[in-house]
Protein backbone atom coordinates (compact mmCIF):
# COMPACT_ATOMS: atom_id res chain seq x y z
CA UNK A 1 0.00 0.00 0.00
CA UNK A 2 1.34 3.46 -0.89
CA UNK A 3 1.42 6.05 1.43
CA UNK A 4 2.83 10.17 1.26
CA UNK A 5 3.92 11.43 4.65
CA UNK A 6 4.58 15.04 4.89
CA UNK A 7 7.13 16.94 7.61
CA UNK A 8 8.03 20.07 7.73
CA UNK A 9 4.88 22.54 8.47
CA UNK A 10 4.84 24.63 11.69
CA UNK A 11 4.57 28.85 12.54
CA UNK A 12 6.60 31.12 11.07
CA UNK A 13 7.13 34.79 11.48
CA UNK A 14 5.96 37.52 7.90
CA UNK A 15 9.51 36.98 5.58
CA UNK A 16 10.94 33.60 7.14
CA UNK A 17 11.15 30.24 5.28
CA UNK A 18 9.97 26.83 5.68
CA UNK A 19 10.65 23.67 3.71
CA UNK A 20 8.30 21.22 3.48
CA UNK A 21 8.60 17.26 3.02
CA UNK A 22 6.77 14.58 1.37
CA UNK A 23 8.30 10.87 1.27
CA UNK A 24 5.95 8.12 -1.02
CA UNK A 25 6.53 4.54 0.37
CA UNK A 26 5.32 1.40 -0.32
CA UNK A 27 5.87 -1.14 -3.35
CA UNK A 28 6.25 1.56 -6.04
CA UNK A 29 6.65 0.92 -9.47
CA UNK A 30 7.23 4.33 -10.66
CA UNK A 31 6.03 7.94 -9.68
CA UNK A 32 5.12 10.21 -11.92
CA UNK A 33 3.96 13.87 -11.22
CA UNK A 34 4.50 14.97 -7.91
CA UNK A 35 2.93 18.05 -6.40
CA UNK A 36 1.70 20.45 -3.26
CA UNK A 37 -1.95 21.72 -2.74
CA UNK A 38 -3.05 24.15 -0.23
CA UNK A 39 -5.84 24.84 1.13
CA UNK A 40 -6.98 27.68 3.93
CA UNK A 41 -10.31 27.81 5.93
CA UNK A 42 -13.17 28.21 3.71
CA UNK A 43 -11.37 28.47 0.85
CA UNK A 44 -11.25 25.67 -2.10
CA UNK A 45 -7.86 23.26 -2.51
CA UNK A 46 -5.33 25.01 -4.94
CA UNK A 47 -2.43 23.84 -6.96
CA UNK A 48 0.68 25.50 -5.04
CA UNK A 49 3.30 23.74 -7.78
CA UNK A 50 3.79 20.33 -9.82
CA UNK A 51 6.52 18.84 -10.68
CA UNK A 52 7.20 16.22 -13.63
CA UNK A 53 9.14 12.78 -13.57
CA UNK A 54 12.14 14.99 -15.75
CA UNK A 55 12.03 17.50 -12.63
CA UNK A 56 9.83 20.31 -15.26
CA UNK A 57 7.68 22.59 -12.74
CA UNK A 58 4.91 24.80 -12.90
CA UNK A 59 3.78 27.42 -10.18
CA UNK A 60 0.57 29.10 -8.59
CA UNK A 61 1.59 32.97 -10.25
CA UNK A 62 1.27 34.08 -6.40
CA UNK A 63 4.50 31.75 -5.29
CA UNK A 64 6.11 32.05 -8.21
CA UNK A 65 9.43 33.38 -7.62
CA UNK A 66 9.19 32.21 -3.68
CA UNK A 67 8.20 28.87 -3.61
CA UNK A 68 10.58 25.96 -5.55
CA UNK A 69 9.63 22.53 -5.58
CA UNK A 70 11.83 19.84 -6.39
CA UNK A 71 12.80 15.93 -5.84
CA UNK A 72 14.94 13.27 -4.96
CA UNK A 73 13.78 10.42 -7.52
CA UNK A 74 15.87 8.12 -5.68
CA UNK A 75 13.99 8.49 -2.18
CA UNK A 76 10.26 8.93 -3.82
CA UNK A 77 10.54 12.48 -2.00
CA UNK A 78 9.15 15.80 -2.90
CA UNK A 79 10.38 19.16 -1.13
CA UNK A 80 8.54 22.45 -1.31
CA UNK A 81 11.04 25.50 -0.18
CA UNK A 82 9.01 28.36 0.91
CA UNK A 83 10.74 31.77 1.35
CA UNK A 84 9.53 35.01 1.93
CA UNK A 85 6.27 34.05 3.72
CA UNK A 86 3.50 36.09 4.22
CA UNK A 87 0.09 35.60 6.44
CA UNK A 88 -1.53 34.74 2.64
CA UNK A 89 -0.20 31.45 3.03
CA UNK A 90 -1.19 30.23 5.45
CA UNK A 91 -3.14 26.57 4.95
CA UNK A 92 -2.56 23.48 5.57
CA UNK A 93 -0.27 21.87 2.94
CA UNK A 94 -0.77 18.65 1.19
CA UNK A 95 1.19 16.17 -0.97
CA UNK A 96 0.14 14.65 -4.29
CA UNK A 97 1.44 11.95 -5.84
CA UNK A 98 0.84 10.51 -9.52
CA UNK A 99 1.90 6.79 -8.46
CA UNK A 100 2.38 3.31 -10.39
CA UNK A 101 2.40 0.61 -7.41
CA UNK A 102 3.63 -2.96 -8.58
CA UNK A 103 0.98 -4.96 -9.45
CA UNK A 104 -1.67 -2.30 -9.40
CA UNK A 105 -2.69 0.23 -11.87
CA UNK A 106 -1.30 4.13 -11.66
CA UNK A 107 -3.74 6.06 -9.63
CA UNK A 108 -3.70 9.63 -7.49
CA UNK A 109 -2.24 9.63 -3.99
CA UNK A 110 -2.95 12.13 -0.94
CA UNK A 111 -0.70 13.00 2.14
CA UNK A 112 -2.46 13.45 5.84
CA UNK A 113 -1.50 17.37 5.24
CA UNK A 114 0.48 19.64 7.05
CA UNK A 115 -0.20 22.86 8.56
CA UNK A 116 1.61 25.77 8.10
CA UNK A 117 1.00 29.18 10.06
CA UNK A 118 2.54 32.36 9.03
CA UNK A 119 1.97 34.97 11.90
CA UNK A 120 3.73 37.64 13.59
Known amino acids: QVQLVESGGGLVQPGGSLRLSCAASGSIYFVDTMAWYRQAPGNQRELVATIGSGGSTKYLNSVNGRFTISRDNAKNTVFLQMNSLSPEDTAVYYC??????????????WGQGTQVTVSS
Open 96 to 109: YGRIWPYGSPIDDY
